[in-house]
Nanobody
Framework: QVQLAESGGGSVQAGGSLRLSCSASGRTFSTFSMAWFRQAPGKEREFVATISQNGAWSGYGDSVQGRFTISRDNTENTVYLQMNSLKSEDTAVYYC?????????????????WGQGTQVTVSS
């Protein structure tokens, strides 16, 4: 088991930046691949980014490719999402997710563990 807690959300103007953090506790963090998803009001939860156990591999959703960067610090049990050039359509609740395996998964079902989410609001 692993417990996840997101932080760093808030309100920002379009074109600005935010960095989200997700702290993990419980099982050894380095045994989990990690991901970020997001859910906007009235929409399904959407894959944003994922990173392998040691950080060597990462993948991104088409809508954030080139603007967002996922990273992790296994010594701090934390995964990050650096979000640049934010757009109003990035407004959503952002969720951190974990999977006890070393693969790049883009589906919600790939990740059995989830945080509570943090709100990001981008105003135009």
């Amino acid at each position: 088991q692993v417990q996840l807690a997101e932080s760093g959300g808030g309100s920002v103007q379009a074109g600005g930046s935010l960095r989200l953090s997700c702290s993990a506790s419980g099982r050894t963090f380095s045994t989990f691949s990690m991901a970020w998803f997001r859910q906007a009001p009235g929409k399904e939860r959407e894959f944003v980014a994922t990173i392998s156990q040691n950080g060597a591999w990462s993948g991104y959703g088409d809508s954030v490719q080139g603007r967002f960067t996922i990273s992790r610090d296994n010594t701090e049990n934390t995964v990050y999402l650096q979000m640049n050039s934010l757009k109003s359509e990035d407004t959503a609740v952002y969720y951190c997710a974990a999977a006890p395996a070393d693969y790049i998964g883009t589906l919600m079902n790939d990740y059995p563990y989830w945080g509570q989410g943090t709100q990001v609001t981008v105003s135009s």
